[in-house]
């Protein structure tokens, strides 16, 4: 029963928005308002047929235009030859209307001598007018479509580039936490259990709930956080390893993974082994009701002996991070980012308030 009503409901919206149903209202409407417009003496009988009469002649002027004059010459920018023939056809149109009313108002000698001598004129240019307007309407009709197709396609590279970037998420964590696993498991520790289920959240997390355009801000913090639990695990007392965290996260919502990249640079150009003091890895995250203050400082490697220094941090990582706000955050954020012989640091703000959807 209720799919039968939905099938009704849809077959009557269906019929109510096909161009036939509101073109026919339109020009029925016109028509009784031209039919109370009329002061002519000549009878109500002959002033529904003039406006009738009408009607038809600037039906005839529009859907000719719109469907013979605009997409053979207009729309192929044969401007000069589009209006040339517009004109012809508004004067056809006019000559047609005056000689179709001098024969209606036959014997109504004053009502003829009125549109000898004077409506033609005005019919002339009211048939321009309605011209002009019906092209008009045409372009804007076309443009709108423009816009939304284009819309649509820029919604569509977006979606497909944001999937992209998020697929070229540095795997060389997941390799290093397996390693480790691996070697806690060799020795039987106990850490082993927690790195798994650690690791299975940030899998799921990643795999099924980072399809959405946007996640909740507690969810993707847990995601760095239980990041940053699993580095702290893999390497031990090597590095000290901070997350600071102000404000609230209740009723927040972010564009999954903006933060990771940065975090994972933290740990692969971040130095422990070169340095005679621990290197240490900072993250301080403060929400401020729809502003996100993002800063992370991570000790760098000394310089290699033979003078060299290492690769510098960022490449495709945060260049991917980087056209990633830009897709989904455009004016929406400030990233800065400074770097010393010894200290590296990112300091992103963004604002939540207007997400790309």
């Known amino acids: 029963m209720e799919d039968k009503i939905k099938n009704r409901v849809g077959g009557l919206y269906k019929f109510l928005t096909s161009k036939v149903v509101y073109h026919t209202a339109f020009w029925l409407t016109l028509l009784i308002f031209l039919i109370f417009l009329e002061n002519r003496n000549s009878g109500f009988g002959l002033s529904i047929i003039a406006q009738l009469g009408q009607v038809v002649f600037f039906m005839i002027l529009v859907y000719f235009n719109v469907l013979v004059l605009v997409p053979r010459y207009l729309s192929k920018n044969r401007i000069a030859i589009y209006l040339t023939y517009l004109l012809s056809w508004v004067l056809l149109v006019t000559f047609a209307r005056v000689v179709f009313e001098y024969w209606l108002y036959w014997g109504f000698q004053s009502l003829q001598n009125r549109l000898i001598y004077g409506d033609q004129i005005i019919y002339f240019f009211l048939h321009l007018f309605i011209a002009i307007a019906s ?73 099924y709930e980072c399809n959405e355009k946007q996640v909740p801000l507690e969810k993707e913090i847990n995601y760095l956080r239980n990041y940053l639990d699993l580095e702290r695990l893999r390497i031990g007392n090597k590095m000290d390893i901070e997350l600071n965290l102000h404000g609230s996260l209740d009723d927040k919502f972010i564009a999954p993974l903006i933060f990771i990249n940065f975090v994972e640079n933290a740990f692969k150009h971040g130095g422990i082994s070169a340095r005679k003091s621990k290197g240490h890895v900072k993250l301080d995250i403060t929400v401020d009701d729809r502003i996100i203050h993002f800063v992370l400082e991570n000790s760098k490697r000394m310089r290699m002996p033979e003078n060299k220094s290492l690769k510098p941090s960022g490449g495709i990582g945060l260049k991917n991070v980087r056209e990633r706000l830009n897709l989904v955050y455009p004016n929406n954020y400030t990233i800065n980012i400074r770097e010393d012989e010894q200290i590296y640091s990112v300091e992103l703000t963004l604002s939540l308030n207007n997400l790309n959807e």
């Open 135 to 207: 092209t008009l309407f045409v372009i804007s009709i076309e443009w709108v479509r423009s816009e939304r197709e284009k819309h649509e396609m820029r919604t569509e590279q977006i979606q497909t580039e944001l999937k992209f970037l998020k697929s070229q998420i540095n795997p060389h964590f997941l390799f290093n936490i397996l390693n480790s696993l691996y070697a806690l498991t060799l020795k039987k520790s106990d850490m082993a259990p927690t790195m798994v289920i650690k690791l299975s959240e940030m899998m799921r997390y990643m795999l």
